[in-house]
């Protein structure tokens, strides 16, 4: 059975607003929903005090329709970590309290006392975080969406209230967004740029060992789900003490550089590159059987071979090892597996691929 095809890789931009989309909900996203949560209360409370004040059953009847869907959508928010599902949610709790307004205005015989606006506040300023358009359409809604009942009622003494009082609460919510939405974006930068220096090498540029470790458990998992091979090669810079002794660490950290880029130009972009200790690295190949894994490791030797530092030409010993579909191997035994081989191939002489053992 062919294996599923693999998503198409994002671009870098886009990648990046995904993540960023993904880091708003995780940061936003309780805030959201407990603000939600008080409109849904805030409504509630305002249909009990019309309760209180003489509405009739049926006139609280009408007013109570927009409360279980509501509620339905609150719980679901709670639930929700999808960035575009929560932008949906918040705008339909606005949607859905504008309607739970008219309502009120609409059952009432005498004509509603409050228009209710300061119900909107809440859930308005739910969505301020999220996208610039959610934004537009929340403050769209609360500037517009009480004005039928307004209408309505006749009272343009009312009407021309509620106008100022949105006009400054709009304005309160575009600076407050303005404000947040660039701390926001700074902070996420700064979380990133921290995170890529705790998990990349700073000589290299290839991941540190752990975050290879953690990526290649991930990339184990799936292979494993698709019942795809993978394969680890195990890369070890030959002779490298002598380049420092001979040529000093700044050409060893040169002959470093040169060895990852090696690395980085035979990977593809599904493959993990990782430093996995000082001229150590691994190459994770995820869907990649042996045979192909002897073709790319012999490629990488040669291509190292390519290379040269002050005192001649680079060269490296590979250990190889495959992971077939269906075997249960961790990345680790992989890993130390691979690094056995390579062990062998610096006994056997150096520059040269060896393939490791098959698993137990
Ligand atoms: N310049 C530089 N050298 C490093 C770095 N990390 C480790 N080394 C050096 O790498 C050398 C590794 O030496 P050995 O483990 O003896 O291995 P080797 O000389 O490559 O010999 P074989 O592996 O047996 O071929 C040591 O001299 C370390 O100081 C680094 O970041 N920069």
């Known amino acids: 059975m062919p294996a599923p095809a693999a998503k198409p890789p994002l671009s870098e931009d886009a990648a ?6 993904g880091y708003l909900a995780q ?88 228009p209710l606006p300061g119900l909107l506040l809440p859930v308005a300023s739910s969505v301020i975080w999220f996208g610039r358009w959610d934004f537009l ?15 309505h009622l006749g009272d343009g003494e009312r009407t021309l209230q509620y106008s100022v009082y949105m006009a400054i609460s709009v304005s309160l919510a575009t600076v407050l967004r303005a404000f947040m939405a660039r701390t ?21 540029g ?3 060992r752990n975050r290879f470790l953690d990526l290649g458990r991930i990339a184990l998992h ?40 090696r690395l980085r130009t035979q990977g593809r972009r599904r493959d993990l590159i990782g430093r996995i200790g000082g001229e ?32 001649g030409r680079l060269s490296a010993s590979i250990g190889v090892a495959v992971c077939t579909p269906g075997c249960c191997d961790s990345v680790e035994s992989l890993l130390a597996r691979a690094d056995l081989a390579m062990r062998q191939a610096k006994r056997e002489g ?3 691929v060896v393939t490791a053992l098959a698993s137990a």
């Open 16 to 21: 990046f607003r995904r993540d960023y989309a």
């Open 27 to 114: 940061r936003m996203g309780p805030m959201i929903h407990a603000l939600m949560a008080l409109a849904l209360c805030a409504y509630l409370l305002a249909v009990v005090v019309r309760g209180l004040l003489g509405a009739t059953p049926n006139e609280l009847l009408w007013q109570l329709i927009p409360a279980p869907p509501m509620l339905l959508v609150v719980i679901a928010a709670r639930q929700c970590h999808e960035p575009l599902t929560l932008r949906m949610l918040a705008l339909l709790c606005v949607v859905l309290l504008q309607i739970g307004i008219n309502l009120t205005g609409f059952g009432s015989a005498a004509g509603v006392r409050q």
């Open 137 to 151: 359409i929340a403050m769209a809604l609360c500037a517009l969406g009480p004005l039928p009942m307004l209408l």
């Open 184 to 204: 926001l974006l700074e902070q996420f930068k700064l979380e990133r740029l921290l995170r890529e220096r705790a998990e990349t090498d700073g000589l290299t």
């Open 206 to 208: 290839v991941l540190l």
């Open 222 to 261: 799936e292979t494993q789900q698709l019942r795809q091979p993978m394969a680890m090669l195990f890369l070890d810079a030959d002779h490298f003490k002598r380049i420092n002794d001979e040529y000093g660490h700044a050409a060893g950290d040169a002959a470093l550089v040169a060895l990852a880029s």
């Open 280 to 311: 150590e690295f691994a190459m994770l190949l995820p869907g990649v059987d042996l045979e192909q894994a002897l073709v790319r490791a012999e490629q990488l030797r040669l291509a190292v071979a390519a290379s040269h530092h002050p005192g």
């Open 350 to 352: 150096r520059d040269r």
